[in-house]
């Protein structure tokens, strides 16, 4: 019988499909992996920004997730907005116990510039969660909150996913280069080694989603048992594709096309 891989990500919503649980489900679906959700915040939210916010409560995401673990085993698992520390505290148990990959992709402020997380959870992002991640994929202002660092350069990148696997205990950081506009170089810490992943930038003010869009397509490779470096390598073509066939959705910041990669060759318009 066929194997069917399956991947679970826990985060917040984006009804205009872009970002969050949307995006990932999309990101699943076009790596063939079953994808399943659990929600962890409701947000009115478009290309153009946040409207309103309203966390689900700690009992609903544990009986959402009681609700798929007790019945379909994920492969990997990926947890996304996470606003609270009562709602790490909670998660950090379960993706202990789940046993399978895990990657936090500590999501803290969107492109648009709307909070997402509250000032003391990013603490509690570094003591509950981070510990058990196979890997950690920041952004920039994520690494330098992070780490305390301020990163200009593909150094300060290595310094900051060094410092996140060896200071906190995860597995492996990747550091993504969007918000330095100058490339797209992103750095990948794991096993010891330091990996530059280049893609050529593309000029584009479309990138929403792009960070959620990366580590869904990280998460469903690592599903199907994939290295962390083949795993992340795949996800860095799968992200700078849905860049490059953009889809100019939207009155602002619009979406990735999360189906760019079947594009492949052919012109861009
Ligand atoms: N203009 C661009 N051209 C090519 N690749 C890009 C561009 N902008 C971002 N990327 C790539 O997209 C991926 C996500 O990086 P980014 O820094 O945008 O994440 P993010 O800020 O967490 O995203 P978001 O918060 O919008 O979901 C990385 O691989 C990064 O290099
Ligand atoms: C639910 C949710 N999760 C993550 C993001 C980050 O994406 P971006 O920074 O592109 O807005 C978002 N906007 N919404």
């Not at 981070?130 to 150094?155: F, K, R």
């Not at 330091?194 to 998460?219: D, K």
Request: charged content about 15%; glycine content about 8%; aromatic content about 4%.
């Amino acid at each position: 019988m066929m194997t069917i891989h399956t991947a679970l990500t826990i985060a917040g919503t984006d009804p205009t499909g872009g970002a969050g649980i949307q995006a990932d489900l999309k990101t699943f679906q076009e790596r063939e992996v079953f994808g399943m959700s659990v929600i962890t915040s409701v947000l009115a939210q478009n290309t153009t920004g946040v409207k309103k916010i309203e966390h689900m409560s700690l009992e609903l995401i544990e009986a959402q997730l009681q609700a798929v673990i007790t019945d379909i085993s994920p492969s990997a698992v990926k947890t996304g907005m996470i606003a609270t520390p009562a709602m790490m505290e909670l998660l950090a148990d379960y993706v202990k116990d789940l046993n399978v990959p895990y990657i936090c992709d500590p999501v803290m402020i969107a492109k648009s510039g709307d909070p997402l997380m509250d000032e003391h959870s990013r603490q509690s992002m570094q003591r509950t969660l981070i510990p058990h991640a196979t890997i950690v994929t920041p952004n920039i202002p994520e690494a330098q909150d992070l780490t305390g660092l301020t990163i200009q350069s593909i150094a300060d990148m290595e310094r900051a996913a060094k410092m996140i696997v060896t200071e906190f205990g995860a597995k492996a950081a990747v550091v993504k280069a969007g918000y330095l506009h100058e490339h797209s170089t992103d750095v990948l810490y794991a096993n010891n080694q330091i990996t530059h992943l280049h893609a050529q930038r593309t000029n584009t003010i479309h990138l929403h989603g792009t960070g959620c869009t990366f580590s869904a397509a990280i998460t469903a490779e690592l599903a199907k048992g994939y290295s962390l470096e083949q795993a992340v390598s795949t996800g860095k073509s799968f992200i700078s594709d849905a860049i490059s066939y953009t889809l100019e959705l939207g009155k602002g910041n619009g979406p990735t096309n999360h189906w760019g990669y079947r594009l492949k060759g052919l012109p861009k318009s």
